[in-house]
């Protein structure tokens, strides 16, 4: 059985979808992808998403939407069909294989297919179905009535809207066509069922029919019901429009169909008066003819031109005969300023094709070599011919007046071609980017043969002077007194047995040699190592150290080196008087040694300020840290290190935590397990430095990463701030908590600000809710105790005069007059309902990290931009906030409980779900789009106008 496909014509609102309706129960498929009903349409609109959208991406190459009205004498769809085929013809006969695919008679309707018939026409003849035309006929005033209700066109616009589209479906077919009038299909059903079964070949008894089955077409869902009389009162009997509704409308009341003959006349009755009609007068009447002119080598000249009219709307073909060869040829194709599109030109000789190019003309714009702007008269394009004899030359070309519709679609192909070359350019750079990874990749893989052999040479250098030294300590120990004879005879011994050393000592030595070369290896190492050996020396007993550990003997190295880099940790005792393991033991902080760590004598009490997150910890932190503020703080005896970031997370987290690997601040520093261990060094010697030269009773450490630390981290913690002083420390826990609802929303901006969507931070959030409190606090409750732990309202902390950080400052001491002079700041600022949804999108268009590296185009300096820009305060839908709270109930109850801090009642106000952008709003990100990179100029002028429907921002 042969494929073959119903199309439904007609203008929207005219009872397409009816028709449709009816055509999809006498058999026809309409596919699988259907567009839902709605308020206007509750039965549905039978038309398939991928189609409609593949029409408007026509459209939109044109320059048009379906609202639009152009020359229905020009028809652009026609002229522009070989660019359009080139760029979509394939996808539309992808989507209509698909159909077929699942049956042998397949619907196809969409409105806009009036306008893009030509299109649509060449995907059928590729296809070779056979094709049924039926259009959808309805009072002009009732359409524009119901286009009126639903999109707010206004009623004289939506009658002429309907005359264009019912004039370009009649005017592009030569074809059979059966018109089915709306209110025909409502009060005659069954009988104009038959006529649609019986023009598209159904085989669906519908005088068998039900009545039940007949209730689809419901009469109550017509809204506007006007007869002719009323359009001939508002319009005219003789308007045009009038006179072809009623034509259409005696056609549809006939038993039969139209053939495509009957169809074409009707169109030519009807085509110049509707264009006229519709506003177009005299701009059709670009020239329908072209001049050519032949250069043999004395010019252009009127004797030697030819003039030739188009055969059909854009074929032309000239037969010459001329004798001798032929330098150029000129093609003139009007008289006067337009728009030409050369779809093919081909130059012959006897059958035989001719190599030609273009050398010039007098268009101000060319694109691809087919596409050519003349804003003058006599417009002109010559092709070189290299001196070669003409019979025959053939041109498919367009020609169209200079108005604003050209200039569109001249943009719109300049804009494809700069995509194009945006793309190839983008390509290039990813290619660049492999290239040099792959560089730098194999410079470092020579770099590390390179270091290598210089180590080879150092050790061996290094093995010469070693067993120099240790011939002359073997002298020297021959010289000693009698009580070290003994010893002189093992050392004596220890080198005979060097060569049959056992493979576990060696490997240990080995160890033991790479740690102290990777350490040394470092500059700023190596002079932490000599100052180290400096103030060990007068303390180490060379012999002492080397006849207590015997595998040292095997290796030529610094002994004092060994135990100031490796020895000390290792539990090695550098004379008889130091044990060092005991050392070890009553010193939990195994990062330093205890021989070089001086403690603190003045510090008699820590607090530790654990957060929570989003409870004005940055404020706190900043202020504190300030030079001037930490001075005067130090001054009234309390202390607050500035050897370490101001926020103490970092340090605190990376020394305690049992997978610093896994901190998401050593993973965006990019540092390996090694330099983390390297870096915790540094933390700890210069956080004692600093405490050892500074006098204070309080110690204040402020990070809410400690709050993540696990019990056992925690109990390190404790131990290693009990190690920092000589005296017995009281220590106390500050917590500040929120509520729920709050810090979701804080905690929300903070992460979008990050570079994370939306989706992603409330996916993080709603983990983050579960032991919110609880799980964190408990812990200290644990370790520390309930009376060493307070824990605070952080709404109530502000109406403190001074705001968090004064009331922080308060539970210190600090008040009155000191308070007053200290400089408090504030950070994170929130963001706007507008800037938090722009920034979100942002982040979902232009991602912080790709493949796991950051994002070149996410350059934080441009998002920095756009915090703010003003709106309503950033808020989140009334069903977020009672999840939250429903998600945070039992830690709400657990506050309550524990600490006396009442979170169960909270006012949860309405947000819009429609965000609407502000004048102001608009402004500050234009404001914000001139300081920003290219790529993000772009995106942020797409956020506009999804976010401001009807109106078109500016970049």
Not at 90 to 116: F, M, S, W
Not at 281 to 295: H, K, L, M, P, T
Not at 496 to 510: F, I, M, N, V, Y
Request: hydrophobic share 40%.
């Amino acid at each position: 059985m042969k494929k073959k496909i119903v199309v439904v014509l007609g203008m929207h609102r005219s009872g397409t979808s009816a028709l449709a309706n009816s055509l999809v129960r006498l058999g026809a498929y309409p596919g699988g992808n259907l567009m839902p009903g709605d308020s206007a349409n509750p039965r549905g609109y039978w038309e398939d998403l991928n189609l409609v959208a593949l029409n408007e991406t026509i459209l939109k190459r044109l320059n048009q939407r379906w609202q639009s009205i152009d020359n229905p004498l020009l028809n652009r769809c026609e002229h522009f069909l070989p660019l359009l085929e080139e760029e979509f013809l394939a996808r539309a006969i992808q989507l209509l294989n698909e159909h077929l695919q699942a049956a042998d008679t397949v619907l196809i309707k969409d409105p806009r297919i009036c306008v893009l018939l030509p299109f649509w026409k060449l995907a059928f003849e590729r296809l070779g179905v056979e094709v049924k035309y039926v259009l959808a006929l309805r009072n002009p005033l009732n359409s524009a009535q119901s286009l009126l209700k639903r999109d707010l066109i206004e009623l004289e616009h939506g009658v002429k809207l309907w005359a264009y589209y019912t004039l370009m479906a009649i005017a592009q077919l030569n074809a059979p066509l059966l018109i089915s009038s709306y209110d025909s299909l409502l009060g005659h059903t069954t009988e104009e069922l038959h006529r649609l079964a019986l023009f598209v070949g159904s085989n669906a008894s519908v005088s068998e029919w039900n009545p039940d089955e007949l209730t689809y077409l419901d009469a109550t869902l017509r809204h506007h019901h006007q007869d002719g009389q009323r359009l001939e009162g508002l319009l005219g009997k003789e308007h045009i429009v009038v006179r072809m509704y009623q034509t259409l409308l005696d056609a549809a009341n006939t038993d039969t169909w139209m053939p495509g003959d009957e169809v074409r006349k009707l169109s030519l009755r009807f085509a110049r008066p509707l264009a006229y009609d519709l506003g177009y007068r005299g701009s059709e009447n670009a020239e329908n003819y072209a001049q050519v002119f032949i250069d043999t080598g004395e010019g252009f000249s009127e004797r030697q031109s030819q003039r030739s009219n188009f055969q059909g709307r854009y074929r032309l073909e000239i037969s010459l005969v001329k004798q001798g060869p032929v330098d150029h040829f000129r093609l003139d194709p009007g008289l006067s300023c337009c728009l030409a599109i050369v779809h093919q030109a081909e130059f012959e000789h006897e059958g035989s094709p001719l190599p030609n190019e273009i050398i010039g003309g007098n268009y101000q714009v060319r694109l691809a070599d087919r596409v050519f702007l003349f804003e003058n008269d006599d417009p002109q394009i010559v092709y070189r011919l290299n001196g070669q004899p003409i019979s025959r030359a053939v041109f498919q070309i367009s020609v169209f007046p200079l108005d604003e519709f050209a200039h569109s679609l001249l943009n719109s192909l300049k804009m494809k071609q700069i995509e194009e070359l945006n793309n190839a350019l983008s390509g290039l750079g990813r290619e660049n980017v492999e290239l040099k990874e792959r560089i730098r990749l194999h410079e470092a893989t020579i770099e590390e043969w390179r270091l290598a052999s210089e180590e080879k040479q150092l050790a061996l250098e290094e093995n010469r002077l070693a067993l120099e030294k240790w011939q002359r300590l073997a002298w020297e120990n021959k010289q000693l007194a009698e009580e070290q004879k003994l010893e002189t005879e093992t050392f004596t011994k220890a080198l005979d047995e060097r060569k049959t050393t056992h493979a576990g000592a060696k490997q240990a030595l080995s160890r033991s040699f790479r740690r102290i070369a990777r350490i040394v290896g470092h500059p700023r190492r190596s002079w932490r190592i000599a100052s180290d050996k400096r103030r060990l020396k007068p303390i180490f007993d060379e012999y002492y150290y080397l006849y207590h550990n015997k595998e040292l003997r095997r290796g030529p190295f610094d002994l004092l080196e060994h135990f100031t880099v490796a020895g000390w940790k290792e539990g090695r005792s550098p004379n008889p008087r130091i044990h060092m393991e005991s050392l070890l033991r009553d010193n939990p902080n195994h990062l330093l040694n205890p021989l070089l760590t001086a403690k603190n004598k003045t510090i008699k009490e820590v607090i530790f300020h654990v957060g929570l997150h989003k409870t004005g910890t940055s404020s706190i932190q900043e202020s504190l840290y300030l030079e001037k503020n930490n001075q005067l703080l130090e001054s009234k005896g309390i202390l607050y290190p500035r050897s370490i970031a101001a926020n103490h997370s970092v340090t605190f987290y990376s020394l305690f935590s049992e997978y610093p690997e896994r901190y998401h601040m050593n993973i965006k520093r990019g540092l390996s397990e090694a330099e983390i261990g390297s870096a915790n060094r540094e933390y700890v010697r210069d956080l004692l430095d600093e405490l050892r030269k500074r006098k204070g009773d309080k110690l204040v450490i402020s990070g809410e990463d400690i709050s993540k630390l696990s019990t056992n981290g925690l109990i390190k913690l404790r131990e290693f701030i009990h190690s920092v002083s000589s005296r017995k420390l009281n220590i106390r826990v500050v917590v500040y908590v929120r509520h729920p609802v709050k810090w979701a929303i804080s905690a929300y901006q903070e992460r979008i600000k990050n570079g994370e969507t939306g989706k992603t931070a409330w996916g993080v959030i709603d983990k983050e809710l579960n032991g919110l409190f609880q799980k964190r606090i408990q812990k200290f409750v644990d370790v520390f105790g309930p009376e060493c732990t307070s824990v605070y309202s952080f709404e109530q902390a502000l109406d403190h005069p001074q705001g968090i950080v004064g009331h922080f400052l308060s539970n210190l001491g600090i008040k009155g007059d000191t308070l007053e002079r200290l400089r408090l700041i504030r950070s994170n600022e929130s963001l706007s309902l507008i800037a938090a949804d722009l920034i979100s999108y942002l982040n979902d268009q232009v991602p912080l990290t790709v493949d796991g590296r950051l994002n070149p185009e996410h350059r934080e300096q441009d998002f920095e931009l756009l915090h703010k820009v003003r709106g309503p305060a950033f808020d989140v839908p009334t069903e977020y906030k009672e999840r939250i709270c429903a998600q945070a109930s039992c830690d709400i109850r657990w506050l309550s409980e524990r600490f006396a801090i009442n979170y169960s009642k909270m006012e949860i106000s309405s947000l819009p779900r429609v965000i609407v952008l502000s004048d102001e709003a608009v402004e500050d990100i234009r404001a914000a789009s001139s300081n920003v990179s290219e790529p993000l100029k772009s995106i942020l002028v797409e956020y506009v106008n999804q976010r401001l429907p009807g109106a078109r921002a500016h970049s």
